[in-house]
């Protein structure tokens, strides 16, 4: 089991950056699969990106795909995303996720650990 914890998220304008942070503590950092998954209100959990152990396979949902970048510092046992030109519909609580082994799913179930999530409010 490993316990995360998220930072950075906030209030930004339309076409504007935020950088998250999720830092893990209890496990072999580099044994899981990382993930972060958006929730809007009433709305499902939803699956934003995911990379792998070693870092050498990201996985992007399509609609953040090419504005966002996750990646991640195994020396730090942090994961982080990337964030640009945000808009109104990125609206959400936004979690942080770890799945032990070597592949990266989309569901959110198939992922053990979560972190408290992070409010990220994108408007004018």
């Known amino acids: 089991q490993v316990q995360l914890v998220e930072f950075g998220g906030g209030l930004v304008q339309p076409g504007g950056s935020l950088r998250l942070s999720c830092a893990a503590s209890?496990?072999?950092?580099?044994?899981?699969?990382m993930g972060w998954f958006r929730q809007a209100p009433g709305k499902e959990r939803e699956f934003v990106a995911a990379?792998?152990?070693?870092?050498?396979?990201?996985e992007y949902s399509d609609s953040v795909k090419g504005r966002f970048t996750i990646s991640r510092d195994n020396a730090k046992n942090s994961v982080y995303l990337q964030m640009n030109s945000l808009k109104p519909e990125d609206t959400a609580v936004y979690y942080c996720?770890?799945?032990?082994?070597?592949?990266?799913?989309?569901?959110?179930?198939?992922?053990?650990?979560w972190g408290q999530g992070t409010q990220v409010t994108v408007s004018s």
């Open positions: 996720a770890a799945r032990r082994g070597g592949n990266i799913y989309y569901t959110p179930r198939l992922y053990n650990d």
């Open positions: 990379i792998t152990g070693s870092g050498g396979r990201t």
């Open positions: 209890g496990g072999t950092f580099s044994s899981y699969v």
